[in-house]
């Protein structure tokens, strides 16, 4: 289902009411999918659609409010779409609902919640599992690796065991290094020159570096952030990454296409 030649841009659609990037204005189902259709209109892969919001510092949410939030703008876009959905929870009961209606789960907690592993193995879709030291509230204090890679590798090496001891086939699997999630800037730096030393799992990476603090950090101005955004999804990409996760669907496939029209040699 995921298998491509190409890489594919995921626009990220918020329904959370913090996200910095909707200022709140998803809470409508009809005003999130409007935003899902703008981004498929830019050329958007896969719409990843998620309820909780995992900032640094953010406060989990309940089992209901997730769904209230996450269920009917899935099942609006699913009415219109035949495009690729994803969601992005780590909940087993939103896991379970919307598994009838979408195309991958994306649980930036990797199964790890009560119930996740069993309601993943039930829906037969594709499943990324992210890396996160921590939880969202806590993981920005401090964290530290004993070697940053390694520690990474060998959490979705045991991930993975316990996926297929749960009868999901390894080929279901995705996996994501988790930019920003319990690392510092010179953390996600390294992930992202290293990246491609994550394709010894030999499972298609995602990656998602999108409008996060160390590009700010980087480029400075709000301004910038698109073009360090870009620019990060392409050094992923170049480094084997097979998802980018993105806000600026329309920017990012316009470099993609720049770097693919190059690779192939001809005019897309
Ligand atoms: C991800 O990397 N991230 S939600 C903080 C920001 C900007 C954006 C401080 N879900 C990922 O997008 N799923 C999220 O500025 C994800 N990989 C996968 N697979 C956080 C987010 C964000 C956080």
């Known amino acids: 289902m995921l298998a491509s030649k190409r890489p594919l841009v995921m626009g990220i659609l918020n329904v959370t009411p913090d996200s910095f990037s909707d200022g709140g204005s998803y809470q409508k189902p009809e ?27 953010a406060e989990p949410i309940t089992e209901q409010i997730e769904l209230d939030r996450v269920v009917p703008v899935v099942q609006l876009l699913r009415s219109e779409t035949d495009a690729l959905i994803s969601v992005d929870t780590s909940t087993a009961a939103v896991m379970q609902e919307v598994s009838p209606m979408c195309d991958l789960i994306n649980d930036v907690r990797a199964l790890t919640r009560s119930g996740a592993i069993a309601a993943a193995a039930d829906s037969g879709l594709p499943i990324c599992l992210m890396h996160m030291r921590g939880e969202p509230k806590t993981m920005q204090d401090h964290p530290v690796y004993d070697n940053l890679i390694s520690d990474i590798i060998n959490f979705f090496s045991s991930r993975i ?45 995602l990656v998602g570096l999108s409008r996060k603090s160390t590009i700010s950090k980087i480029v400075g101005s709000e301004a910038a952030l698109t073009i360090g955004s870009v620019v990060g999804a392409m050094l992923a990409i170049n480094s084997g990454a097979s998802i980018v996760r993105v806000h600026d669907v329309a920017e990012t496939v316009a470099a993609l296409s720049m770097a693919l029209a190059t690779k192939r040699e001809q005019i897309l």
């Open 161 to 205: 065991v316990i996926c297929e001891a749960a009868n999901i086939d390894r080929r279901r699997l995705l996996v994501d290094p988790g930019f920003g999630f319990g690392k510092t800037p010179e953390d996600n730096l390294i992930l992202l020159n290293r990246l491609a030393e994550f394709l010894c799992l030999e499972l298609p990476i």
């Open 31 to 57: 005003i999130a999918v409007q935003h899902a259709r703008r981004m498929l209109a830019e050329g958007a892969d896969i719409i990843d659609i998620g309820g909780e919001s995992t900032r640094p510092g």
